[in-house]
């Protein structure tokens, strides 16, 4: 079991590549062979199996084997967590402001004599 | 001005690294100097400098030197493309989760005689 911190470093390094997340969009849209996967990139198919590798170290992928084909599914919860990380601290600043805003409304200035 | 995939492959990258995200946990709380970035940090201040770079090439912090201090910020824009680059992705998923349960709900298994 990975710790959060781990988890956290090998997902968003799996989404920082631009093949990897054409093959995050390809299985959003439903479970995908790896040949499936494939297609629209311009790489050999060690190369995207590679980068599947990559996605299902990070969790954010999982696949199963069934006779020849290894059919590929994204891993929603794992999604969630890398989005629940980057939206936390958003929310964090966006609050910050929002009491800034308060204070400055509660405390107009002073006019001047 | 980089394009979408750019942007996206170095914000995930900037997240990458537990370090910078201590970086962005301390800047979602507020503005800061480089050497309170570097306080809850064992490493030394160019390390610092270093992932502070990482961040600000990413867009995720803007940073500003006033006389001898450069004040760091978060830049919540920034934050939100990422965060719905994967919401968007897991939206999908959903509606297509949902989409499969009305299916099935709409065509209950013929009773077997």
Redesign the interface.
């Known amino acids: 079991m990975l710790n959060q911190?781990t988890a956290?470093?090998?997902m968003?390094?799996a989404?920082?590549?631009?093949s990897r997340?054409i093959m995050?969009?390809r299985?959003?849209?439903?479970p995908a062979s790896v040949s499936e996967l494939a297609r629209p990139l311009t790489m050999s198919l060690p190369a995207v199996v590679q980068h599947l590798a990559v996605l299902e170290a990070s969790g954010l992928v999982r696949s199963q084997k069934v006779g020849r084909v290894r059919t590929c599914r994204?891993e929603?919860k794992a999604?969630?967590t890398?989005?629940q990380?980057?939206?936390a601290?958003?929310t964090?600043?966006?609050r910050?402001l929002d009491r800034l805003g308060d204070y400055l409304a509660a405390h107009p200035e002073e006019p001047k004599e």
């Open positions: 911190s956290l470093d090998l968003f390094q989404l920082a590549d631009p997340r995050v969009e299985l959003a849209r439903g994204i929603p999604l969630r890398a989005e990380w980057i939206a601290r958003r964090i600043w966006e910050r």
